[in-house]
């Protein structure tokens, strides 16, 4: 069992079109920090949230964190192919471990 | 470039064999976590150090250990390789630990096992 559990694991979308990635756990999280890895490279920080009911706008994505600090989403608009990658979300409950989620796969199709 | 560096980049290797995979962290960071990834499984933690100590322990089998030196560097040692330790495994670091911090991953070292 997953810690963090991401849907959809996987999503094919055409350019130009919205999409929501979501993030959820059963259990609190003083943060939760959203990455995007590219094939052949480390994940690479994109935001970071904290407050529950935060919303974080980083030019097309938009990061929002659930008012309980159990979930969080990350919605893009107007995809484009360079937004193409594997999504983490990724957060440490009790201080000891930083855990990844599940991970969903977008492929923005030009 | 995160600033954090894995060496080798890609390794072959046989089953039964033993790797030692380096990492050395962005300066000025203290902690150190390997990460191991694989298409099955996601990115899984394995272990994370904090200026010399280990300080959490993940799914890291014991055929597996791990280490950071004085000069903060970090090595993770695999033995015994099976099949399935066919994977990439990163590297990565931040200057403190919990949740506050952000984690700077290294490119990853490519291990297949043959």
């Known amino acids: 069992t997953q810690l963090l559990e991401q849907s959809p694991q996987f999503l094919s979308i055409q350019e130009g079109e919205n999409l929501t990635v979501y993030c959820n756990s059963s259990?609190?999280?003083?943060?939760l920090q959203w990455y995007r890895q590219e094939p052949g490279e480390g994940p690479v920080l994109l935001v970071t949230v904290v407050t529950g009911g935060e919303v974080k706008k980083l030019k097309r994505l938009t990061f929002q964190f659930g008012d309980a600090r159990k979930d969080s989403s990350l919605h893009i608009t107007a995809a484009q192919p360079g937004d193409t990658g594997l999504y983490l979300c990724a957060g440490d409950p009790t201080g000891n471990q930083f855990y990844f989620g599940t991970g969903t796969s977008l492929t923005v199709i030009p | 470039d995160s600033g954090v560096t894995q060496t080798p980049k890609h390794l072959i290797t046989a089953t039964g064999q033993r790797v030692t995979l380096r990492c050395s962290p962005r300066?000025?960071?203290?902690?150190v976590y390997w990460y191991q990834q694989s298409l099955d499984q996601g990115l899984q933690f394995l272990i994370q150090?904090?200026?010399?100590?280990?300080?959490a322990k993940g799914n890291i089998l014991e055929r597996f250990s791990a280490q950071q030196f004085p000069d903060l560097h970090s090595e993770l040692n695999l033995s015994s390789l099976e099949l399935g330790d066919s994977a990439l495994y990163f590297c990565?670091?931040?200057f403190g630990v919990g949740s506050g911090n952000t984690i700077y991953f290294g490119e990853g070292s490519w291990l297949t096992v043959v």
């Open positions: 300066s000025g960071d203290l902690s």
């Open positions: 259990s609190v999280f003083s943060s």
């Open positions: 990565a670091s931040s």
């Open positions: 150090y904090y200026n010399g100590e280990e300080r």
